[in-house]
């Protein structure tokens, strides 16, 4: 028992649990041959005693040994090293077969690398000690917190195993059920459950619908400067992309009829709200022409109202599927930016003929969403939950826009121009006097900041933007002074 109590080091700050620190610390040395196979472990009561805890503990530690196999119990004699120890060691697949020292790097059959080739996949950090994102909410605000509270409440029910098995493709009907409530108060969208399917985020949406709308050689409308991450979606279908000019009320619809009259137009992407990069919102008079345009001319809306709950001047504008009477509109959404990014819980809103086929195209990609998960949304939105953080939140990114265009003004006023966004997470910002958001970026790495340098902004990857979008909603006050304080020194170096 002695032997074994000084290999064993337990340390009750850490956060792993003392008694699988014990357990993982007699694995270790079961791997290492230190604890040879079939020999005897001490009892739970001595071991305790030796270790200066808790006789459960030792218990709780030997119980997740035999689970794993590593121990043998038999009772009146004790608790022994397994003799067939739960580990293996594989065999070659031939004796004569090459050992392969490093995997390979390339395929030996052809893969196509061109099909995707404007796709901008995640890269991480910088590793710069400050950046400006493109605009995401500030992710220690997230109400992690309840989310685990209603996983730890499944947790003590007895049905709590049937949301580990296969679900509903289309989604937890209890999620679906509320979230057609949740939409109904704050969209204005007269839906019931039948009318949704739940996404892994927005763009798991948009996916599903250009694969089901759109083919090769088909028209398809976006805003320029635009979303790239839509674009991609539509290109990879093999339908041809039209362009169409962003101002300050949205998209050009002049534009969007010209096309319209001399090609057949399969679908419109438009975000209403917050239009990226622009931060534009679309005006009333528009989306009631754009409804038309869509009932003359047949063609389907594919409206990404992404932060739709994040309004800061005034009364938001209903989207236009709460106005939409035809049956035009795809309505996508996402808690991505209500609670965090990395909460992959979207939604796509149609009539159900749409829904049904995108609940099969949907199976084929995922199956179907994390049912514990979309559970624990679920009771989120019907106990309030969520109402009152995103009413929190707003006040907090209310006064964060407001400190931050200060903050802009008083440090950049004479070299940089910007409207205040009524909503959103991000400010579209132009410099002035001929300064380039790329040279800017260049200085400012150096400095340690990480800023836009004015690309991906359009669709041809080579233009560059005279406007930089710069977020302001996941910086605190001081963090916002810091970052902006060298921007202004790397802005002024090229003045």
């Given amino acids: 028992m002695q032997f074994l109590t000084g290999l064993l080091s337990i340390d009750k700050s850490l956060q792993v649990p003392v008694y699988l620190q014990i357990a993982n610390g007699i694995i270790g040395h079961i791997r290492q041959g230190t604890l040879k196979p079939t020999s005897a472990l001490p009892s739970s009561r001595a071991l305790a005693l030796g270790l200066k805890v808790h006789r459960n503990t030792v218990v709780a530690a030997?119980?997740?040994?035999?689970?794993?196999s590593w121990v043998d119990v038999y009772p009146q004699k004790g608790i022994f090293i397994a003799s067939n120890l739960p580990?293996?060691?594989?065999?070659?697949?031939?004796?004569?077969?090459?050992?392969?020292?490093?995997?390979?790097?390339?395929?030996?059959?052809?893969?196509?690398?061109?099909?995707?080739?404007?796709?901008?996949?995640?890269?991480?950090?910088?590793?710069l000690s400050i950046a400006f994102n493109e605009g995401f909410p500030d992710t220690r605000l997230a109400p992690v917190d309840l989310m685990l509270r209603e996983y730890r409440r499944f947790a003590g029910y007895h049905f709590t195993s049937k949301y580990l098995l296969y679900g509903p493709e289309q989604g937890s009907e209890n999620l679906r059920t509320e979230l057609a409530r949740f939409l109904g108060e704050t969209r204005g969208l007269h839906v019931n459950p039948e009318h949704v399917l739940m996404t892994k985020g927005a763009q798991m949406a948009i996916y599903l619908a250009a694969q089901l709308l759109l083919?090769?050689?088909?028209?398809?409308?976006?805003?320029?400067?635009?979303?790239?991450?839509?674009?991609?979606?539509?290109?990879?279908?093999?339908?041809?992309?039209?362009?169409?000019?962003?101002?300050?009320?949205?998209?050009?619809?002049?534009?969007?009829?010209?096309?319209?009259?001399?090609?057949?137009v399969k679908a419109l992407y438009v975000?209403?709200?917050?239009?990226?990069?622009?931060?534009?919102?679309?005006?009333?008079?528009?989306?009631?022409?754009?409804?038309?345009?869509?009932?003359?001319?047949?063609?389907?809306?594919?409206?990404?109202?992404?932060?739709?709950?994040?309004?800061?001047a005034s009364s938001p504008i209903l989207p236009l599927a709460s106005a939409d009477y035809y049956g035009s509109v795809i309505y996508i959404g996402s808690f991505c930016k209500t609670i965090a990014p990395g909460i992959r819980i979207g939604f796509m809103v149609a009539p159900p003929n749409l829904i049904s086929q995108a609940t099969k195209l949907r199976r084929i990609i995922d199956r179907q969403g994390e049912q514990l998960l979309e559970e624990a949304m679920a009771n989120l939105l019907k106990n309030g939950d969520i109402t009152r953080h995103l009413k929190k939140a707003n006040k907090l990114y209310h006064e964060r826009r407001d400190v931050f265009c200060d903050i802009l003004n008083q440090q950049l006023g004479e070299h940089v121009s910007f409207k205040i966004p009524d909503g959103g997470f991000a400010i579209w910002m132009k410099y002035l006097n001929g300064i380039k958001p790329k040279a800017v970026a260049e200085k400012a790495a150096v400095m340690g900041l990480a800023v836009s340098a004015g690309r991906d902004y359009y669709f041809d990857p080579s233009r560059e933007s005279e406007h930089i979008r710069i977020g302001f909603a996941s910086m605190n006050f001081k963090e916002m002074e810091q970052a902006t304080e060298l921007l202004a020194k790397a802005v002024k170096k090229l003045v």
């Fill in 87 to 127: 580990e293996v060691s594989p065999r070659p697949i031939a004796d004569n077969a090459p050992q392969l020292l490093s995997y390979p790097e390339k395929t030996h059959f052809d893969v196509c690398e061109n099909t995707l080739s404007h796709i901008n996949l995640f890269k991480p950090a910088s590793g």
């Fill in 271 to 312: 975000i209403p709200h917050h239009h990226q990069p622009t931060t534009v919102t679309l005006s009333s008079e528009r989306r009631m022409r754009l409804l038309e345009l869509a009932m003359k001319y047949s063609f389907a809306i594919l409206e990404d109202d992404y932060d739709y709950d994040f309004h800061y």
């Fill in 62 to 68: 030997y119980d997740e040994l035999y689970a794993q």
């Fill in 215 to 264: 083919g090769k050689g088909d028209t398809v409308i976006a805003a320029d400067p635009g979303y790239c991450g839509a674009n991609e979606v539509f290109v990879q279908t093999g339908a041809n992309l039209e362009l169409v000019p962003v101002d300050e009320c949205g998209i050009d619809l002049d534009a969007v009829e010209e096309i319209c009259k001399k090609k057949k």
